[in-house]
């Protein structure tokens, strides 16, 4: 029994690997500009994916592909800056953290999870951050315990980074309300 069950977790992460290995190589490298730092954040991203296979429901799914996105990014995010922070980086944050290929595919994720075309355009207009913990918190169910997990963060910063998303989403929305009428 405890064999088969290590044989499917071993299945699933070598076919996680042949679906999303490149494009976390590729997420990772964008921003790092060094191949063996990206390794490393792929190996842990793929250690925190057998962590978590329970929300993995089919490996193919947008929400799948944006999840894996996620943590991989959040944790390149987290290595950059403790490089930067050690001098070992020389580069514009800004500038490589909005250059990255394979951003989390909105649309997609409105549509799996029953966002009306409103909400997606709406999420559409926040910052990535925001969006992200948005769409975890409200369209994927994860508690902002978990969330915070994922982002490599303190859970009273993503609650408080939660409620003043939501606060733009609303004047969001109000203003495309008032745009319409």
Do not use: H
Request: charged share 30%.
């Amino acid at each position: 029994m405890l064999f088969a069950i290590i044989q499917v977790i071993y299945d699933t992460i070598s076919d996680l690997a042949k679906e999303y290995r490149n494009m976390m190589l590729s997420l990772s490298y964008s921003i790092l500009k060094d191949y063996q730092y990206a390794e490393d954040i792929t190996q842990e991203a793929f250690l925190i994916l057998s962590q978590n296979m329970d929300k993995l429901d089919n490996i193919y799914s947008a929400r799948s592909r944006n999840y894996v996105y996620t943590i991989t990014k959040n944790l390149t995010i987290s290595k950059y800056r403790s490089l930067k922070n050690e001098n070992m980086v020389q580069s514009d944050e800004n500038n490589s953290l909005n250059n990255i290929e394979g951003s989390l595919d909105i649309e997609a994720f409105g549509n799996e999870y029953g966002f009306s075309e409103k909400i997606i355009n709406a999420l559409a207009e926040l910052d990535e951050l925001d969006r992200d913990i948005l769409c975890y918190k409200y369209g994927a169910g994860y508690t902002g315990k978990e969330i915070a997990q994922l982002m490599n963060s303190n859970p009273d910063s993503i609650y408080k980074r939660m409620q003043r998303a939501i606060s733009k989403l609303r004047e969001i929305i109000e203003e495309m309300e008032r745009t319409e009428k």
